[in-house]
């Protein structure tokens, strides 16, 4: 071939492959164009939906529309309204990021055997969407609506429509419990308690749930109580095992007589701040086999050591119920944990000395037949103890005192010696003092009375430390 020959080639070779980059580059650019164009090519008013249906992996989940949407496999299934609502909520303007026109084989395209078919029909006409393979290159799934066109959908339905019929149901609501009045507890520990509008009774502050113990008036914490409240109101109120539970089928759940029954009454505010006062009820029981093992364990001697109570408690089966509600759920073995610690001594203070030390002007001290007294001065940061004549650091003292804590609660009366008596003067306008005496009771425990009434076994190792601190003081002064 000539040399010029050979020219017209090259050049011909050249244009082609010049015309072919410039195709390329201007369907990338239009690609990108109607990538972020989000086109809409599919709007559905979800009010005027009738019927809606979808498969994808499991069964065939339809639903229709009659005062409220039914589910169509049985009409006592409590249908959560709001959930269809989201749902149909993703055809109200739905975005194509790019269009194939005319495809020819929608095996490509994952849609001869789509995931998901999405069936919807208003009063005018009858929807059906076809969810395909997710591309990834484009990371976006392929979509067909049935207008004969393959879209690359802008939001993927599947985040959706990957949906059980647990994911429908319409759940109990648990309300919020900011502002209890009162609270009740039936079961083994019949308890209950009531809010006071201010605290007249205690020397701490932030007493304001009170029961009444022994013929008086007894301040639990606030602190203990309002996570107790908070468990409730988050509770995990999702893994249903019946919708509709019968009075036979009770039993089966140990809810035919619940271990606890808990009694709220409480004060709900609508979307205007309007108050009303409202009562919520939970009952909650194990699994009556579980019970019995147990019951047969404890009454063998045979029972579990605290080493294995975090593995025993992520194996209990337990259930819930919201007062009389059909629906019955099972609970982890956290929750029911939390639930069960719902007994009066669950929820008082466990501090032996509840108040400000702030408040405290001086303190006498009975210790082996001798006889103490501390001093506060001043105020804030200027505030000094002094013993007799001398300045004396108090600092382990007064954190001593405010570690002191029950193991468990009694109300025996001591049998041995005194180990060490404080009598707290307090700046305090429900109490002037608040005497503490603990008394020997065995190698681990010492009693502490508190103004002279038996309150609770205090660790033995914690009252060494107080009594170390008063002698740092009293024996340097």
Known sequence: MKRSGKLIVLVAVLVAVSVAAIVAMHMEERKEEIRTSGEVVLEVDPESVETLSWQGDGDLLSFHRDDGWVYDGDDAFPVDGEKIGELLEQFRAFGAAFAIENPEDLSQYGLDDPSCTITMKTADQEYTILLGDFSSMDSQRYVSTGDGKVYLAASDPMDAFDATLRDVIDNDDLPDLSEVKSMKVEGEDTWQAERAEENTRTICEDDIFFTERNGSQLPLDTDRMETFFEDISTLALTNYVTYKVTEDELADYGLDNPERTITIVYTAKDEDDNESEE????????????????????????????????????????????????????????????????????????????????????????????????????????????????????????????????????????????????????????????????????????????????VALVPRSDVVDLIEAVNAIVLNG
């Open 279 to 454: 009562t919520f009820v939970l009952k909650v029981s194990r699994d009556p086999d579980e019970l019995a093992a147990e019951a047969a364990k404890a009454e063998s001697g045979d029972s579990s050591e605290d080493s294995e109570e975090t593995e025993e408690t992520e194996e209990i089966n337990a259930f819930a119920r919201v007062g009389d509600s059909p629906i019955v759920y099972q609970i982890t073995g956290v929750d029911y944990t939390a639930l069960m610690n719902s007994g009066c001594d669950d929820l008082r203070h466990r501090e032996m000395f509840t108040g400000d030390p702030e408040q405290i002007t001086s303190i006498d001290i009975s210790l082996e037949g001798g006889s103490y007294t501390l001093v506060a001065e001043g105020e804030g940061e200027d505030r000094t103890w002094k013993y007799g004549e001398e300045e004396a650091d108090a600092e382990d003292l007064l954190s001593t005192l405010e570690d002191l804590s029950a193991n468990t609660f009694t109300t025996d009366s001591p049998a041995q010696k005194e180990e060490i008596a404080l009598t707290l003067h307090l700046d305090n306008p429900n109490a002037d003092q608040l005497k503490l005496a603990f008394y020997r009771q065995d190698g681990t425990n010492c009693l502490c009375q508190a103004d002279g009434v038996s």
